[in-house]
């Protein structure tokens, strides 16, 4: 195996597309792996830290952990069954060996700050030659280091963060990287350990029985959290792989979950569109609430919900209201946004950025997110207290007053502020669940002030909302642009999934924004969004369109429908945000809000045949 400079990759393409990946995790940061072997995206200690490995935006500077066999070969991926431990086979002409890749979930605080990647090489027929480097580029492949070799084990140091790796295969170095040669014969194994160190943790060797004994820990860590789900439907596969990725993106010692877990991975090849999704969006996980819910992980919505309150989410102060749409996994509300000059981006898709300028912007439809999510929770978890109820109650009173003006939308457009149908709809959602716990409940409320202004809502988009020209709701009050978001509709009982307006809607929407069961957000030329460049189809539309198509009755082509995006699915089940022109997966992978649309499809649908 020949290594390229900087931090090196193996022969062959400089990138790996963003589908030939498998995530692992602690549930307080993961890690990227190719299915060459090259772990290529990891962040330390947590999931919003500057990278260590980062060659997936920068092949040559970001840095990475090359493993693989020193012989041609074939390659395969799979996850050991119901778990997030992932492994990657090498088939070559003397024999087969695998590498097993996971990260162990500690739960005692100090062995948690740890952050153990272990990586296990094991030949399992013939005899396979193998090559490892590990190149970490500290701060995003901004910071210099050093490295200590002492026999067995190497130490990276750089200012902000040190590691330590172990192995029980010969080192060297050559001041910045380390790499190893080594060859099994069938039976035999290594084991690589990379550590966070610092003055109280210090290293600690990972011998083959460690290794077994933390693999078999944490196989059964995960076997038994989704031994937890409640699901017994069609595609139960799928469905278990989604919740597993929902875990995976959970930060634990808060309860916050990611929207993904990485940064800059471009919506279009080559273009701008390229965020920081490594933050907590309201939408985003008060859906995926709902999600865990349907499939009975109550735990994981309390600690959301734990997450809300205790940081105070809903008594906020800021300038656009009580909510920002998104939030640091620590709760803060200061994400600023910059750009990253010296790293290319994934196949020169630059800038990339860190941090996230869209906090600032107005989007009323997540307090219909967060408020129906608290309904939920009330209703399938336990009752929300009494204070909780009162931020519920302020919020619904400051949105009485606030509904009817422009914002920039659920698709977070770059382009102004406009009366966007979804925001309107999902006000209407969060007075109409406030409405709906202080009756089930007896609680307190201005039941004649909220009921006023739900119906306000309702009839406004009923006039305004439908466009009569195309006979069907629009994406703004006024206007004859179709949007995606309203598939939403139905399914927040806003309207009749039957209603001849929706089928009407459903028509123009398949008409315009549907692509061989692939569904676009909006048209960017019939609505400008203030961004250069295209984008793909946006998957999770593609599984709102999966249930809509239920609801109204269609069974046949949801079913049909969804079995196409199953298709789209990398070879583990896994999505990025949005699917290219040829198939090909674009954005932020694997992305939590798709994932959990994919459970909600499959659990309407397999509800619906029977």
Known sequence: MEFGNGAGHVDGPRYLPISEHGLIGDLRTAALVGTNGTIDWYCCPRFDAPSVFASILDADRGGSFELAADVPTRTRQFYFPDTNVLITRFYAADGVAE??????VVDESREAARHRLIRRVMCVRGTLPFAARIAPRFGYGAEAHTVRLQADEAVFESPSLSLALTSTAPLECDGTDVWSHFKLLEG?????????????????????????????????????????????????????????????????????????????????????????????????????????????????????????????????????????????????????????????????????RVGNAATQQLQ????????????????????????????????????????????????????????????????????????????????????????????????????????????????????????????????????????????????????????????????????????????????????????ALTRAGRLEEARLAFEKMLTYGNHLGLYAEEIGRTGEQLGNFPQAFTHLSLISAAFNLDRALG
């Open 188 to 352: 035999e194994s290594v084991v690589f350990a990379l550590d966070r160190i610092s003055d109280r943790l210090r290293p600690r060797a990972c011998p083959r029985a460690e290794a077994e004994e933390q693999f078999e820990a944490t196989v059964r860590f995960w076997s038994q959290w989704l031994g937890r789900s409640r699901y017994r439907g069609r595609w139960r596969e799928m469905v278990h792989r989604s919740a597993l990725v929902l875990k995976l993106l959970t930060y634990v010692p808060t309860g916050a979950i990611v929207a993904a877990p990485t940064t800059s991975l471009p919506e279009q090849v080559g273009g701008e569109r390229n965020w920081d999704y490594r933050y907590v969006w309201v939408r985003d996980a008060a859906f995926c609430v709902y999600a865990m819910l349907r499939l009975g992980f109550t735990s994981e919505a309390e600690a959301f919900m734990g997450f809300i309150s205790e940081h105070g989410i809903m008594r906020g102060t800021n300038a656009t209201g009580p909510l920002q749409i998104m939030y640091g996994i620590d709760g803060r509300c200061d994400l600023p946004e910059s750009e990253l000059r010296h790293l290319e981006g994934h196949l020169g898709s630059a800038p990339v």
């Open 364 to 547: 009323l439809d997540i307090y219909g997110a967060l408020i129906d999510s608290v309904y939920l929770y009330d209703k399938w978890g336990q009752p929300i207290s009494s204070d909780h109820w009162d931020e519920v109650g302020a919020v619904v009173d400051w949105l009485c007053d606030q509904w009817d003006q422009p914002d920039e939308g659920v698709w977070e457009t770059r382009g102004g502020r406009r009366n966007f149908v979804y925001s309107r709809l999902m006000c209407w959602v969060a007075l109409e669940r406030a409405i709906r716990m202080a009756n089930r409940r007896g609680l307190p409320a201005d039941l004649p002030r909220w009921r006023q202004n739900r119906d306000a809502i309702y009839r406004q988009i009923m006039r305004q909302g439908w466009s009569a020209e195309r006979r069907a709701f629009a994406q703004g009050l006024g206007d004859d642009v179709l949007d995606a978001s309203v598939l939403m509709m139905p399914m927040a009982k806003f309207i009749s999934p039957t209603d001849p307006k929706w089928l009407s809607t459903l028509e123009a929407l398949t008409a315009d924004l549907v692509s061989d069961s692939l569904v676009y957000r909006y048209d960017p030329e019939a609505s400008p969004d203030g961004l250069r460049g295209s984008e793909g189809t946006f998957s999770i539309c593609s599984f709102w369109y999966v249930e």
């Open 99 to 104: 590498i097993q890749d996971f990260m162990p």
